[in-house]
């Protein structure tokens, strides 16, 4: 995501535990894969629903649907990714989920987002997650990867 100078939302970095809560993606391409690859680290109750899943995202330990989206795919969510490259069907999920209270991502549109995932690292019992307040996701990424490199040469365990 290039810089996006007209963002008028300011995020507040937060740490959750995600543990046996229910966390919903719509979408079974590539970004979702990309989504899970992250959540992977700190959930194990996650949902995927497409209609087309790809094959990498079948071999992971996750609940997977392959259906359209509805709105009852969100009950007892307690996040949930819209993932999709269909922006309609992305407004819908993040009007269904804001009418449940529930948090929503429409990935790569920061402006419909309740909240964003920061570039994360992880080491032992430290967490690093580097944010640019959905302004320049590749700045954080080498923010973050300036830490890791960091952390890669300390003693951390």
Do not use: W
């Not at 100078?5 to 979702?32: C, H, Q, Y």
């Not at 700190?42 to 259906?67: G, H, M, Q, R, S």
């Not at 948090?103 to 690093?128: E, Q, S």
Request: proline share 4%; glycine share 4%.
């Amino acid at each position: 995501m290039l810089p996006n100078r007209n963002f008028n939302k300011t995020f507040m970095p937060i740490n959750i535990d995600v543990k046996g809560k229910k966390i919903v993606l719509i979408g079974g391409g590539r970004i979702a894969y990309h989504k899970l690859e992250g959540l992977l680290q700190y959930a194990d109750t996650i949902e995927l629903v497409a209609p087309e899943v790809l094959d990498k995202i079948k071999d992971l330990p996750i609940n997977i649907k392959e259906k359209y989206y509805e709105a009852s795919d969100l009950y007892g969510a307690i996040l949930v990714y819209a993932c999709t490259n269909i922006s309609e069907l992305n407004s819908r999920i993040k009007l269904d989920a804001a009418e449940k209270n529930i948090l929503v991502n429409v990935v790569d549109n920061p402006a419909h987002c309740d909240f964003t995932t920061p570039a994360i690292y992880r080491k032992g019992y430290i967490n690093v997650a580097v944010s640019s307040n959905a302004q320049n996701v590749y700045e954080s990424i080498e923010v973050r990867n300036k830490i890791k490199n960091i952390l890669n040469h300390d003693t951390i365990n």
